[in-house]
């Protein structure tokens, strides 16, 4: 089934100095599989080789234990995929992995590049071979062509010319190297456990491995790990970091810390103050589950209204089905979701997601909340209409797709079927999420912090939608 949500970004996890580097990168990813479903890999350093294995699929239908004893070494990273540029398959997945003059190399990045087309023609028109449609392979070739001596030299080099979102790990030549943009776009942690440096995408690949969380890696900072410690370096600053403010809304786990700051209470606050903006008479709160639960529980407590799951998800819809021959209505969300009648029927109902994108999905969901014999039903979300497409690691539809992009909230209600429909304002988002924060909000406002090329090659590029 196709779920109108945004999809997942990508998780990158990094580990230096654990004997069972490559088991905590392969846990680190299991926390992180909601970043990325479609493939996942593990490369690991010891004395004398970098060992590697990626396939697509999850983390747990991947590595058994076998895998895992074929990559040795105190030194790893990994990476779970979602694509954002480039096809869906295996030469896709990352961590990308090469040998060159100065040895092999290991890199798993986090993001979209918006000069990448730019970037890899000039590579391509000097004599560089690409094995892959990753923009992040662009990244590989740039450090293999710097003529400095040490790799952290080389990588700060590379990443000054290129432009985008990106928060990555590297390894090679014995070092773990982690990157985060200067604009701080995309998330990216650091942690210890027992001594072992580790580095992760959200705070919950940490707990999970029992390590303790020590900071976020700076926006604009490299971060240099080897045998005598940690060096910090800096990649360039700007006057404002633009952190995706989507990130509160949807995509990290509600138990990680991100920015500095836990998800859950935030998301809860996001339903109370759309309670705030929006106070309604009703008898029942109900949250599309999971992602509308922290935001329903907000606003139910704000408004006064019980909190019920009158909708229960299935946990175990496997990514292929057979569809019945004899048509079923709403087959595709009647897999994920399914209404309960004893919660819902005869009764005024506040229906609380996160985000609408196409609205098929949000459709179908009202429809069946209706079979169930609500009363009336009224939507609300957690945040502002999505307006504009993403263009810095997040896929998205194109914005002629985006349903709020081309109707009215009106339009767009008597489109759902919903007797209403309200959305959390933008002030009010950014005002829940960090009063003295500049977030990135590009995807409801249009204002996008890099400037996206407007040129005919960058366009398809850009187009994250087209795998």
Known sequence: MAYDKFNEECGV??????????????????????RGQESAGIATLDEENLHSHRQMGLVSDIFTREILERLPGDRGIGHNRYSTTGQSIVKNAQPIVVDYARGPIALAHNGNLVNAQVLRAELEAAGSIFQSTMDSEVIVHLIARSRETRIEDRVMEAVRQISGAFSMVILAEGKLIAVRDK?????????????????????????????????????????????????????????????????????????SIIYGQNVYPIRKAFGRK????????????????????????????????????GLIRSHYVGRTFIEPAQQIRHFGVKLKLNAVPEVIHGKRVVVIDDSIVRGTTARKIIQMIRDAGAKEIHMRISSPPTTHSCFYGIDTPDRSELIASSLSVEETSSFLGSDSLAYLSLEGMLEVAGPDRSFCHACFSGEYPIPIEDS?????QMRLFEH
């Not at 996890?13 to 992180?32: F, I």
């Not at 959200?202 to 707990?207: Q, S």
């Not at 890696?217 to 410690?229: C, N, P, S, T």
């Open 13 to 34: 996890v990094g580990v230096y100095g654990h004997p069972e580097a490559s088991t905590l990168v392969y846990l680190g990813l299991h926390a992180l599989q909601h």
């Open 456 to 460: 005919p090659e960058n366009s398809k």
């Open 274 to 309: 759309l309670a705030e903006e929006d106070p309604f008479e009703a008898d029942v709160v109900v949250p599309v589950p999971d992602s509308g639960v922290p935001a329903a529980i907000g606003y139910a407590e704000q408004a006064g209204i019980p909190f019920e799951m």
């Open 183 to 255: 604009f701080g776009l995309r998330p990216l942690v650091m942690g210890r456990l027992n001594g072992a440096h580790i580095i992760a995408s959200e705070t919950t690949a940490l707990d999970l491995i029992e390590a303790q969380y020590i900071r976020p890696i700076k926006a604009g900072e490299m971060l240099v790990i080897d045998d005598e410690g940690t060096h910090s370096l800096s990649i360039g600053s700007v006057e404002q970091t633009r952190p995706c403010v989507f990130e509160y809304v949807y995509f990290a786990r509600p138990d």
